[in-house]
């Protein structure tokens, strides 16, 4: 099975999601001679199908593909699907995460609530199917930790009383977004396997 990202942060959550030992998830990282497959979608679940049929139909294997957006209420949810190009075209997270911080500078605490909204598509053959996970947090004013990537060190988790980016990789892949979604897709997949 494909996982169809050239993002090494999503390959190594979903290695530990999935339980698989190092090189025991193939990602288009495996195939640098494949062009890029543009994400030209609306939604979440519209770029993750694109991403998983185009990588099907470039390497002939079953494949799985990621989309995320973080939803913010505020921004009457923004960034969402173009959360990776929320500052432009070849934002870094640095550069996403100061806009997103701009943006919220007037927004009061009650009102910073937000989402990561994750969709995993399969595309094997005939079959299509996708499945999501949510987790919702709230926005800080300020970065809080070095782990994880993205907007995790600005999204709080109540309960946990930590930022995604202080969590270690466990305590994320538990609650994430990320986590719910694969789990969920390695569950179709152990009941109807490709
Ligand atoms: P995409 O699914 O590759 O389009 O990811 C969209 C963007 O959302 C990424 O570039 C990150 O900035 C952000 N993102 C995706 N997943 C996470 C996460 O688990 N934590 C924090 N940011 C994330």
Redesign the pocket.
Same mark, same amino acid.
């Given at each position: 099975m494909v996982l169809a990202?050239r !993002?090494a942060d %999503?390959v190594a959550?979903i290695r530990r999601i999935l339980r698989l030992p190092a090189g025991g998830l193939v990602s288009l990282l495996d195939y640098p001679e494949l062009p890029e497959i543009d994400?030209t979608g609306l939604t979440?679940e519209d !770029?993750a199908l694109i991403k998983a049929r185009e990588a099907h139909r470039q390497t002939g294997l079953p494949c799985l593909a990621?989309?995320? @957006?973080?939803e913010v209420d505020a921004l009457k949810g923004a960034p969402g699907?173009f959360?990776?190009r929320f500052a432009g075209p070849g934002a870094t997270?640095a550069d996403?995460t100061a806009k997103l911080l701009r943006a919220m500078e007037a927004v009061q605490e009650k009102n910073r609530r937000a989402r990561?909204r994750?969709v995993v598509a399969l595309k094997a053959g005939k079959r299509e199917e996708w499945v999501e996970g949510n987790l919702e947090g709230v926005i800080l004013r300020e970065a809080r930790g070095d782990g @994880?990537? @993205?907007?995790?060190p600005v999204?709080f988790i109540p309960q946990a009383g930590k930022t995604?980016a202080e969590m270690t990789l466990e305590e %994320?892949n538990a609650v994430?977004?990320?986590g719910a979604a694969f789990r969920r897709m390695a569950e179709r997949l152990a009941e109807r396997p490709v």
């Open positions: 990202t !993002n %999503k959550e994400e979440l !770029n990621d989309d995320t @957006g973080l699907v959360s990776s997270y996403n990561f994750c @994880g990537f @993205g907007y995790d999204f995604l %994320k994430s977004h990320r």
